[in-house]
Every structure is written in C-alpha cells, then in structure tokens.
Nanobody, 121 residues
Framework: QVQLVESGGGLVQAGGSLRLSCAAS????????MGWYRQAPGKQRALVAIITSGGSTNYADSVKGRFTISRDNAKNTVFLQMNSLKPEDTAVYYC???????????????WGQGTQVTVSS
C-alpha cells in the first residue's frame, strides 16, 4: 500500500534547471535511504543520488556539483534539484525508498512510476 509519487519532470534546454519531488505515502514506519535513479533508452537504470535519514548524501560522478538531493522527513518527501542540465541527463527518473512498514522490521525497496526529464541540445 506504499506509494511513491514523483513530479517535476519536463522538457528544458541545456543549461536549465528542474526540481523533482517524490512523496511517499502509506503505513510507513521508518524510511532509511531515499534516492533517485534514472534510465535512458537502451541503458540500464543507474543511481543518480541517495540520501540517508540523517542527511548524508552520495552522488553519481556524472551529476556531482550540478544536482542536489534533499529530503523532508516530516513529509516523507525527497527532492532532486537539477542545475546545469545536459542532454546526457535525458532519462526517466525514478524515486526509490528503502523503508519499513509501520509495525514491522522487514525492509523493502519501493519505486515510483518515473517522471520523464528531457534536455534539448
């Protein structure tokens, strides 16, 4: 019953910015790590950025210095601020959450439906 809903994707010109949001809802106990992944046509899904419940972050080398991941723990929401976008950033971006359902100790990965980001040349 957990749902992750992404928003904020779209079409931008190279050098532009987008801010993605992902809100998790349901009977959630603890969310450990949240992150963003992306998949371009013909490519494997790859990590973009992750953030722990305590705020520690890690980024793919290709986006380091351009993207910023953040979260609002009270709202179970993770954000991805994308600046200086390049055509190579074009992909479907997926939200991920490593969480435990309320009243349980079993952790599971949940995924959003994805949001398209297209960066024109």
């Amino acid at each position: 019953q957990v749902q992750l809903v992404e928003s904020g994707g779209g079409l931008v010109q190279a050098g532009g910015s987008l801010r993605l949001s992902c809100a998790a809802s349901g009977r959630i106990g603890r969310i450990n790590t949240m992150g963003w992944y992306r998949q371009a046509p013909g490519k494997q899904r790859a990590l973009v950025a992750i953030i722990t419940s305590g705020g520690s972050t890690n980024y793919a080398d290709s986006v380091k210095g351009r993207f910023t991941i953040s979260r609002d723990n009270a709202k179970n929401t993770v954000f991805l601020q994308m600046n200086s976008l390049k055509p190579e950033d074009t992909a479907v971006y997926y939200c991920n959450a490593d969480l435990r359902l309320a009243g349980t100790v079993r952790w599971s990965d949940y995924w959003g439906q994805g949001t398209q980001v297209t960066v024109s040349s």
